[in-house]
């Protein structure tokens, strides 16, 4: 059966004090109105609309690039006028509808798939929490059939419902979403915020002897962000659910707590991170594989069996292969890494590839960058680059070569060849016992002399 979604995010999100549209803020590397997209579309919805206030092109931008429709509401007038300003974008469909709040990051599948299905069956459905804080949710009603006799908000609710502790989540499902737009466009503003409020369309049906149904459920799940408090809050329960999925997975982690992923963080079984260690967004890690403490990551892709950190870096385009090693405090940047190559310390790769097995001595940089353009540096298969070498891009060191320690490198080296620049080490024999002698005698002159 076909399935639509709207989500209204035209809301301006004052309590966050940024220039940001609330539903662009991110939650574990993703904006939330991608979460609720991702959501929808997991949920077997096909076609989404966004409404937006007209202010909003990033918003509209941000729907486009996930695949959404945009719709524009021009005056903030209440979540039952926002969601009728999406009927036009969906012409003449009449499938189901799942109409949801922008602001819920933690909204899953099964929550919105729970609540289309229960609207198939009865017309309308409503989703409702019981939240250890009722605070200011609309408060939810039932009749003595447990079926929705209507959601009072909570400004306009009496002491008496105000202590009902069933709420409105901000998602709602309709069999068919004409009949939806019908319902939403008989909604009145004659309430205590001189609002269109969604949560009243369930009255309106009501008048047309269709009975919503509810279903319940957790307070995470629904979990609506209108501070930077709210989001740092949904951060956390993001990463809970993220780890124990990792954890579930076969994902080895000392101090699971204390490790930040993405929300599309790939981590293989048997992947094991250590404390401490981030991964910010598109990064796949294969089985085997050990990502040590405090290593970041981001955009990267890490073989099997590679071992990565104490306190490395993968930055964007970095490609490691099977059975390499990075060690502590090597940055590697949009740059391959092949099978078995090792990096082991204090080291930049950038623009570059390392062939199989080339051993990268401590202290090496790639020079990718002259201030304008970046270039490229090739090193061969089993090269050794000494300690504390500069390869000025472009060059190509190829397999085989030794570069001896401390060398600028500018040119291309041929295959087997050493490559060194540096001066040439000369000796002076006894120069170090004759210049202590000195020394010495000087400063026993000095001694003497006070
Ligand atoms: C709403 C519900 C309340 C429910 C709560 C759950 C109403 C009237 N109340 O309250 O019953 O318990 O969600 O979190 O709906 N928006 C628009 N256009 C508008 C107004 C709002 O697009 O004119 C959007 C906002 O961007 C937001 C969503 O609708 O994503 C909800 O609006 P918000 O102001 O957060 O409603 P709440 O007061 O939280
Ligand atoms: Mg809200």
Not at 208 to 219: I, K, N, Q
Request: aromatic fraction near 6%.
């Amino acid at each position: 059966m076909s399935r639509a979604g709207i989500i209204l995010a035209a809301g301006m999100g004052t309590r966050m004090k940024s220039a940001t549209p609330k539903v662009l803020h991110k939650v574990a590397g993703l904006e939330i109105l991608g979460h609720v997209i991702a959501a929808m579309k997991s949920a077997g919805v096909s076609r989404i609309v966004v409404v937006s206030a007209p202010a909003m092109e990033n918003v509209r931008a941000f729907a486009s690039a996930a695949g959404a429709d945009n719709a524009i509401q021009d005056k903030q007038l209440g979540t039952g006028h926002a969601a009728l300003c999406a009927k036009g974008a969906l012409g003449d469909f009449t499938g189901a509808v799942l109409v949801n709040n922008g602001d819920m990051p933690l909204a899953r599948p099964e929550m919105m798939s729970d609540s289309l299905a229960s609207a198939e069956r009865h017309g309308l459905s409503i989703v409702a929490f019981r939240p250890h804080d009722a605070a200011a949710y609309g408060r939810v009603l039932l009749d003595k059939d447990g079926m929705l006799e209507r959601i009072v908000e909570f400004k306009d609710a009496s002491p008496e419902q105000r202590k009902v502790d069933l709420c409105c989540a901000g998602t709602y499902s309709a069999a068919n979403a004409q009949a939806f737009f019908g319902w939403a466009a008989r909604l009145s503003n004659d309430n205590a915020q001189k609002e269109y409020y969604l949560p009243e369309v369930p009255l309106v049906a009501r008048a047309d002897g269709v009975r919503s149904a509810v279903t319940e459920t957790d307070e995470i799940t629904v979990m609506g962000v209108n501070s930077r408090a709210e989001l740092a809050d949904a951060e956390a329960q993001m990463q809970r659910r993220l780890r124990n999925a990792a954890l579930a997975a076969g994902v080895g982690m000392q101090a699971p707590e204390t490790v930040y992923l993405s929300h599309d963080t790939l981590l293989e079984a048997d992947v094991q991170v250590g404390p401490f260690v981030v991964f910010g967004p598109r990064v796949t890690v294969r089985s085997g594989a050990e990502i040590k403490a405090f290593s970041h990551l981001e955009g990267a892709e890490v073989g099997a069996r590679a071992l990565i950190g104490p306190y490395a870096r993968l930055r964007p385009e970095a490609v490691i292969e099977d059975d390499v090693h990075i060690g502590n405090f090597v940055e590697v940047k949009k740059a391959r890494i092949e099978k078995g190559a090792k990096a082991n310390h204090l080291t930049y790769i950038g623009d570059a590839r390392v062939g199989p097995g080339a051993n990268i001595g401590a202290g090496t940089i790639t020079c990718n960058y002259d201030g304008f353009d970046k270039h490229f540096t090739d090193i061969g298969a089993g090269a050794f680059i000494g300690s504390n070498s500069a390869l000025v891009a472009p060059v190509k060191i190829a397999d085989g070569v030794y570069v001896g320690a401390g060398s600028t490198i500018t040119k291309d080296v041929e295959k087997d060849a050493l490559a060194v620049e540096r001066a040439e080490q000369k000796q002076v024999s006894g120069w170090a016992e004759k210049f202590r002698a000195r020394k010495r005698a000087e400063k026993a002159a000095k001694a003497k002399g006070k």
